[in-house]
Protein backbone atom coordinates (compact mmCIF):
# COMPACT_ATOMS: atom_id res chain seq x y z
CA UNK A 1 0.00 0.00 0.00
CA UNK A 2 1.61 3.70 -0.94
CA UNK A 3 1.43 6.39 1.38
CA UNK A 4 -0.23 9.50 -0.12
CA UNK A 5 2.63 11.65 1.97
CA UNK A 6 5.39 10.49 0.81
CA UNK A 7 6.24 13.07 -1.96
CA UNK A 8 4.70 16.10 0.07
CA UNK A 9 8.08 16.89 1.68
CA UNK A 10 10.95 15.60 3.29
CA UNK A 11 9.89 16.60 6.54
CA UNK A 12 6.83 14.06 6.63
CA UNK A 13 9.77 10.73 6.38
CA UNK A 14 10.50 9.09 9.35
CA UNK A 15 13.57 8.93 11.28
CA UNK A 16 16.75 6.42 9.96
CA UNK A 17 18.22 4.00 11.60
CA UNK A 18 21.44 5.53 12.41
CA UNK A 19 19.47 8.82 13.97
CA UNK A 20 16.94 5.89 15.68
CA UNK A 21 20.25 3.72 16.87
CA UNK A 22 22.03 6.69 18.59
CA UNK A 23 19.40 8.33 20.25
CA UNK A 24 18.69 4.23 21.87
CA UNK A 25 21.86 4.69 23.14
CA UNK A 26 21.53 8.19 24.63
CA UNK A 27 18.89 6.88 26.46
CA UNK A 28 20.04 4.64 28.44
CA UNK A 29 20.79 5.87 32.05
CA UNK A 30 21.96 9.23 33.00
CA UNK A 31 23.05 12.71 31.25
CA UNK A 32 24.04 15.82 31.76
CA UNK A 33 21.39 18.32 30.97
CA UNK A 34 21.73 21.64 28.66
CA UNK A 35 24.41 20.69 26.77
CA UNK A 36 26.58 19.43 29.11
CA UNK A 37 27.05 16.16 28.38
CA UNK A 38 29.08 13.29 26.53
CA UNK A 39 26.58 12.95 23.53
CA UNK A 40 26.33 16.99 22.32
CA UNK A 41 30.20 17.01 23.14
CA UNK A 42 30.73 13.96 20.51
CA UNK A 43 28.45 16.03 17.80
CA UNK A 44 29.88 19.38 18.00
CA UNK A 45 33.31 17.20 17.45
CA UNK A 46 31.65 15.39 14.60
CA UNK A 47 30.43 18.48 13.03
CA UNK A 48 34.18 20.21 13.30
CA UNK A 49 35.53 16.95 11.86
CA UNK A 50 33.44 17.43 9.36
CA UNK A 51 33.84 20.92 8.67
CA UNK A 52 37.70 20.51 8.90
CA UNK A 53 37.84 23.23 11.43
CA UNK A 54 37.08 24.35 14.85
CA UNK A 55 33.51 26.12 14.76
CA UNK A 56 31.46 26.74 17.23
CA UNK A 57 28.21 24.79 17.35
CA UNK A 58 25.00 24.61 18.76
CA UNK A 59 21.73 22.38 18.81
CA UNK A 60 18.34 24.15 18.11
CA UNK A 61 14.88 22.70 17.58
CA UNK A 62 13.92 23.98 14.00
CA UNK A 63 14.87 25.64 10.90
CA UNK A 64 12.86 28.88 11.23
CA UNK A 65 14.44 29.32 15.08
CA UNK A 66 18.37 28.70 13.50
CA UNK A 67 18.10 30.83 10.64
CA UNK A 68 16.68 34.04 12.62
CA UNK A 69 18.42 33.88 15.64
CA UNK A 70 21.84 33.38 13.26
CA UNK A 71 20.65 36.44 11.22
CA UNK A 72 19.68 38.36 14.83
CA UNK A 73 23.45 37.58 15.98
CA UNK A 74 25.09 39.23 12.73
CA UNK A 75 22.62 42.25 13.15
CA UNK A 76 21.46 45.00 14.85
CA UNK A 77 17.93 46.40 14.81
CA UNK A 78 18.79 49.31 12.14
CA UNK A 79 20.65 46.78 9.95
CA UNK A 80 18.84 44.68 6.94
CA UNK A 81 18.87 40.83 5.78
CA UNK A 82 19.39 41.07 2.20
CA UNK A 83 17.78 37.24 0.95
CA UNK A 84 16.15 35.63 -2.34
CA UNK A 85 12.50 37.07 -2.72
CA UNK A 86 11.66 32.69 -2.31
CA UNK A 87 13.59 32.70 0.62
CA UNK A 88 12.25 30.62 3.75
CA UNK A 89 13.40 33.35 5.68
CA UNK A 90 10.95 35.61 3.75
CA UNK A 91 8.38 33.39 2.96
CA UNK A 92 7.62 30.69 5.60
CA UNK A 93 9.39 31.55 8.89
CA UNK A 94 6.36 34.34 9.87
CA UNK A 95 8.99 36.99 10.21
CA UNK A 96 10.61 35.57 12.90
CA UNK A 97 13.99 37.35 12.05
CA UNK A 98 12.40 40.67 12.37
CA UNK A 99 11.01 39.79 15.54
CA UNK A 100 14.40 38.03 17.22
CA UNK A 101 16.40 41.22 15.65
CA UNK A 102 14.32 43.83 17.42
CA UNK A 103 13.41 45.00 13.75
CA UNK A 104 16.38 44.04 11.10
CA UNK A 105 14.46 44.39 8.24
CA UNK A 106 14.13 41.87 5.16
CA UNK A 107 15.24 43.44 2.02
CA UNK A 108 14.41 41.25 -1.19
CA UNK A 109 16.12 40.54 -4.31
CA UNK A 110 15.38 38.43 -7.58
CA UNK A 111 17.72 35.99 -8.91
CA UNK A 112 16.99 32.87 -11.73
CA UNK A 113 16.71 29.58 -10.55
CA UNK A 114 15.83 30.49 -6.91
CA UNK A 115 19.54 31.84 -6.24
CA UNK A 116 20.33 35.28 -5.78
CA UNK A 117 21.15 37.80 -8.21
CA UNK A 118 24.88 39.33 -7.13
CA UNK A 119 24.45 42.61 -9.20
CA UNK A 120 20.87 42.49 -7.38
CA UNK A 121 22.95 42.17 -3.76
CA UNK A 122 25.35 44.65 -4.77
CA UNK A 123 22.63 46.97 -6.27
CA UNK A 124 20.81 47.16 -3.11
CA UNK A 125 23.28 47.73 -1.23
CA UNK A 126 25.21 50.77 -2.77
CA UNK A 127 21.99 52.19 -3.94
CA UNK A 128 21.41 54.26 -0.86
CA UNK A 129 23.98 54.88 1.96
CA UNK A 130 22.59 57.40 3.85
CA UNK A 131 21.02 57.33 7.45
CA UNK A 132 17.11 56.97 6.10
CA UNK A 133 18.01 53.41 4.66
CA UNK A 134 17.93 50.63 6.60
CA UNK A 135 21.75 49.59 6.63
CA UNK A 136 22.61 46.40 4.74
CA UNK A 137 24.64 43.73 6.90
CA UNK A 138 23.90 40.21 6.05
CA UNK A 139 23.19 38.30 3.28
CA UNK A 140 21.46 34.93 3.03
CA UNK A 141 21.55 31.99 0.88
CA UNK A 142 19.49 29.04 0.70
CA UNK A 143 21.95 25.82 0.23
CA UNK A 144 20.35 23.91 -1.43
CA UNK A 145 17.74 26.81 -2.78
CA UNK A 146 13.57 26.44 -2.65
CA UNK A 147 13.39 25.58 -6.19
CA UNK A 148 15.86 22.24 -5.79
CA UNK A 149 18.87 24.24 -7.38
CA UNK A 150 22.56 24.29 -6.01
CA UNK A 151 25.30 26.59 -5.50
CA UNK A 152 28.03 25.60 -6.95
CA UNK A 153 31.21 26.18 -5.81
CA UNK A 154 31.99 29.44 -8.14
CA UNK A 155 28.81 30.64 -7.04
CA UNK A 156 29.09 30.49 -3.14
CA UNK A 157 32.81 31.71 -3.79
CA UNK A 158 31.43 34.72 -5.72
CA UNK A 159 28.71 35.26 -3.69
CA UNK A 160 31.61 35.17 -0.54
CA UNK A 161 34.00 37.54 -2.36
CA UNK A 162 30.87 39.96 -3.00
CA UNK A 163 30.26 39.69 0.80
CA UNK A 164 32.94 40.41 1.84
CA UNK A 165 33.52 43.74 -0.35
CA UNK A 166 30.32 45.21 0.73
CA UNK A 167 31.12 44.66 3.93
CA UNK A 168 28.41 42.01 4.41
CA UNK A 169 28.17 38.95 6.58
CA UNK A 170 27.13 34.99 4.97
CA UNK A 171 24.57 33.24 6.36
CA UNK A 172 23.53 30.18 4.67
CA UNK A 173 20.21 28.56 5.62
CA UNK A 174 21.30 24.95 5.35
CA UNK A 175 17.99 22.79 5.89
CA UNK A 176 19.04 20.96 3.03
CA UNK A 177 22.68 21.43 2.83
CA UNK A 178 23.48 18.08 2.61
CA UNK A 179 21.50 17.51 -0.49
CA UNK A 180 23.78 20.11 -1.81
CA UNK A 181 26.66 18.60 -0.75
CA UNK A 182 25.68 15.27 -2.13
CA UNK A 183 25.07 17.03 -5.11
CA UNK A 184 28.47 18.81 -5.39
CA UNK A 185 30.08 16.16 -4.65
CA UNK A 186 32.60 18.80 -2.58
CA UNK A 187 34.20 19.34 0.97
CA UNK A 188 32.07 20.86 3.18
CA UNK A 189 35.06 22.95 3.72
CA UNK A 190 35.09 24.15 0.55
CA UNK A 191 31.12 24.77 -0.01
CA UNK A 192 31.00 26.70 3.86
CA UNK A 193 34.06 28.41 5.25
CA UNK A 194 36.85 28.36 2.29
CA UNK A 195 34.02 29.64 0.63
CA UNK A 196 33.47 32.74 3.05
CA UNK A 197 30.39 31.82 4.85
CA UNK A 198 29.90 33.13 8.86
CA UNK A 199 27.34 30.79 9.73
CA UNK A 200 25.61 28.06 8.37
CA UNK A 201 22.04 26.59 9.63
CA UNK A 202 22.78 22.88 8.80
CA UNK A 203 19.25 20.96 8.58
CA UNK A 204 19.09 17.18 10.19
CA UNK A 205 15.48 17.27 10.51
CA UNK A 206 14.69 16.92 6.40
CA UNK A 207 17.65 14.45 6.16
CA UNK A 208 16.78 11.78 8.62
CA UNK A 209 16.43 13.21 12.02
CA UNK A 210 13.53 13.08 14.20
CA UNK A 211 14.07 17.16 14.74
CA UNK A 212 16.82 19.25 15.25
CA UNK A 213 19.25 22.11 13.14
CA UNK A 214 22.91 23.02 14.13
CA UNK A 215 23.80 26.08 14.44
CA UNK A 216 27.44 26.58 13.01
CA UNK A 217 29.49 29.69 13.49
CA UNK A 218 32.82 29.62 11.77
CA UNK A 219 33.75 33.25 12.77
CA UNK A 220 33.45 32.30 16.75
CA UNK A 221 33.39 35.90 17.37
CA UNK A 222 29.97 36.09 15.78
CA UNK A 223 28.88 33.10 18.34
CA UNK A 224 29.31 35.77 21.19
CA UNK A 225 26.55 35.13 23.66
CA UNK A 226 24.64 33.11 21.15
CA UNK A 227 24.17 30.70 24.07
CA UNK A 228 21.81 33.05 25.80
CA UNK A 229 20.33 34.52 22.59
CA UNK A 230 18.78 30.46 22.42
CA UNK A 231 18.19 30.22 25.96
CA UNK A 232 15.75 33.36 25.55
CA UNK A 233 14.38 32.56 22.52
CA UNK A 234 13.27 29.25 24.33
CA UNK A 235 15.71 26.81 22.35
CA UNK A 236 18.39 25.17 24.81
CA UNK A 237 17.15 21.97 24.82
CA UNK A 238 17.16 20.72 28.97
CA UNK A 239 17.46 16.68 27.59
CA UNK A 240 20.37 18.44 24.61
CA UNK A 241 21.54 14.86 23.87
CA UNK A 242 18.92 13.79 22.13
CA UNK A 243 19.28 16.71 19.78
CA UNK A 244 22.75 15.65 19.60
CA UNK A 245 22.82 12.09 19.65
CA UNK A 246 21.32 11.78 15.95
CA UNK A 247 24.31 14.07 14.33
CA UNK A 248 26.87 12.37 16.11
CA UNK A 249 25.18 9.19 14.78
CA UNK A 250 24.21 10.28 11.66
CA UNK A 251 27.85 11.85 10.88
CA UNK A 252 29.56 8.83 12.47
CA UNK A 253 27.92 6.46 10.54
CA UNK A 254 28.50 8.44 7.24
CA UNK A 255 24.66 8.61 7.22
CA UNK A 256 24.19 12.45 6.42
CA UNK A 257 25.80 12.26 3.07
CA UNK A 258 24.76 8.69 2.24
CA UNK A 259 20.77 10.20 3.20
CA UNK A 260 21.33 13.22 1.30
CA UNK A 261 22.61 10.91 -1.82
CA UNK A 262 19.57 8.92 -1.99
CA UNK A 263 17.19 11.49 -1.95
CA UNK A 264 18.70 13.56 -4.67
CA UNK A 265 18.93 10.12 -6.87
CA UNK A 266 15.24 9.18 -6.12
CA UNK A 267 14.32 12.84 -7.48
CA UNK A 268 16.21 12.80 -10.47
CA UNK A 269 14.55 9.33 -11.28
CA UNK A 270 11.27 11.03 -10.23
CA UNK A 271 11.78 13.71 -12.55
CA UNK A 272 13.21 11.87 -15.44
CA UNK A 273 9.97 9.46 -14.85
CA UNK A 274 7.44 12.01 -14.56
CA UNK A 275 8.52 14.14 -17.60
CA UNK A 276 8.15 11.43 -19.66
CA UNK A 277 4.41 11.84 -19.68
CA UNK A 278 2.37 13.89 -21.88
CA UNK A 279 1.30 17.19 -20.45
CA UNK A 280 4.01 17.07 -17.61
CA UNK A 281 7.06 19.68 -18.13
CA UNK A 282 9.93 19.97 -15.17
CA UNK A 283 10.44 23.58 -13.84
CA UNK A 284 13.69 23.69 -12.51
CA UNK A 285 16.83 21.77 -13.03
CA UNK A 286 16.65 19.09 -10.69
CA UNK A 287 20.02 19.26 -8.71
CA UNK A 288 18.76 18.40 -5.14
CA UNK A 289 15.91 16.43 -3.46
CA UNK A 290 13.33 18.68 -4.86
CA UNK A 291 11.37 17.86 -8.45
CA UNK A 292 8.77 20.81 -9.47
CA UNK A 293 6.30 20.18 -12.76
CA UNK A 294 4.25 21.94 -14.49
CA UNK A 295 1.17 19.70 -14.88
CA UNK A 296 -2.48 20.34 -16.11
CA UNK A 297 -5.12 22.15 -13.74
CA UNK A 298 -6.77 19.26 -13.60
CA UNK A 299 -4.19 16.64 -13.37
CA UNK A 300 -3.45 18.03 -9.99
CA UNK A 301 -6.51 17.95 -8.64
CA UNK A 302 -7.47 14.28 -9.54
CA UNK A 303 -4.01 13.28 -8.02
CA UNK A 304 -5.56 15.02 -4.82
CA UNK A 305 -8.43 13.26 -4.91
CA UNK A 306 -6.81 9.89 -5.06
CA UNK A 307 -5.16 10.96 -1.91
CA UNK A 308 -1.69 12.08 -3.17
CA UNK A 309 -0.76 14.71 -1.20
CA UNK A 310 1.55 17.80 -2.45
CA UNK A 311 2.31 20.99 -2.48
CA UNK A 312 1.60 23.99 -5.19
CA UNK A 313 2.31 26.98 -3.81
CA UNK A 314 6.07 26.65 -2.75
CA UNK A 315 8.94 28.06 -4.27
CA UNK A 316 8.02 29.04 -8.01
CA UNK A 317 4.23 27.85 -7.27
CA UNK A 318 4.13 24.94 -9.80
CA UNK A 319 3.52 21.35 -8.12
CA UNK A 320 6.55 20.36 -6.56
CA UNK A 321 7.66 16.45 -5.32
CA UNK A 322 10.33 16.23 -2.39
CA UNK A 323 12.42 12.81 -2.11
CA UNK A 324 13.88 12.21 1.21
CA UNK A 325 16.25 9.57 2.78
CA UNK A 326 13.23 6.60 3.05
CA UNK A 327 11.87 6.87 -0.55
CA UNK A 328 11.83 3.99 -2.39
CA UNK A 329 12.51 3.20 -6.17
CA UNK A 330 9.54 1.23 -6.04
CA UNK A 331 7.59 4.36 -4.72
CA UNK A 332 8.74 6.71 -7.12
CA UNK A 333 7.86 3.83 -9.84
CA UNK A 334 4.16 3.08 -8.82
CA UNK A 335 3.67 6.68 -8.20
CA UNK A 336 4.40 7.44 -11.72
CA UNK A 337 2.45 4.51 -12.47
CA UNK A 338 -0.67 6.36 -10.83
CA UNK A 339 -0.28 9.69 -12.18
CA UNK A 340 0.21 7.69 -16.24
CA UNK A 341 -2.91 6.33 -15.58
CA UNK A 342 -4.62 9.48 -14.22
CA UNK A 343 -3.03 11.28 -17.21
CA UNK A 344 -4.64 8.67 -19.26
CA UNK A 345 -7.95 8.75 -18.33
CA UNK A 346 -7.99 12.37 -18.89
CA UNK A 347 -6.63 12.27 -22.48
CA UNK A 348 -3.99 14.43 -21.66
C1 LIG B 1 12.23 23.35 6.08
C2 LIG B 1 13.03 24.56 5.85
C3 LIG B 1 13.48 25.34 6.93
C4 LIG B 1 13.16 25.03 8.36
O1 LIG B 1 11.81 25.03 8.67
P1 LIG B 1 11.26 24.71 10.13
O2 LIG B 1 9.87 24.27 9.89
O3 LIG B 1 11.35 25.96 10.92
O4 LIG B 1 12.13 23.65 10.72
C5 LIG B 1 14.29 26.42 6.64
N1 LIG B 1 14.65 26.72 5.39
C6 LIG B 1 14.24 26.01 4.33
C7 LIG B 1 14.70 26.35 2.96
C8 LIG B 1 13.40 24.90 4.54
O5 LIG B 1 13.00 24.18 3.48
Not at 205 to 223: C, H, Q, S, Y
Not at 298 to 314: D, N, P, V
Not at 330 to 346: H, I, T
Request: charged fraction near 20%.
Amino acid sequence: MIDGNMFASDNYSGICPSAWQALEQANRGFGRAYGDDEWTRRACDALRDFFETDCQVFFVFNGTAGNSLALASLCRSYHSIICHELAHVETDECGASEFFSNGTKVLLVPGAEGKVDLDAVRYTVERRTDIHYPMPKALSLTQSTEVGTVYSLNEMAAAGDLAQELGLKLHIDGARFANALASLKVSPADISWRAGVDVLTFGGTKNGMPVGEAVIFFDRDLAQEFDFRCKQAGQLASKMRFLAAPWAGMLEAGALLDNATHANAMARLLAQQLTRIAGITQVHPVQGNAVFVQMPETLIESLHSAGWHFYTFIGSGHARFMCSWQTREEDVRGFVMEVEKLACLQKI
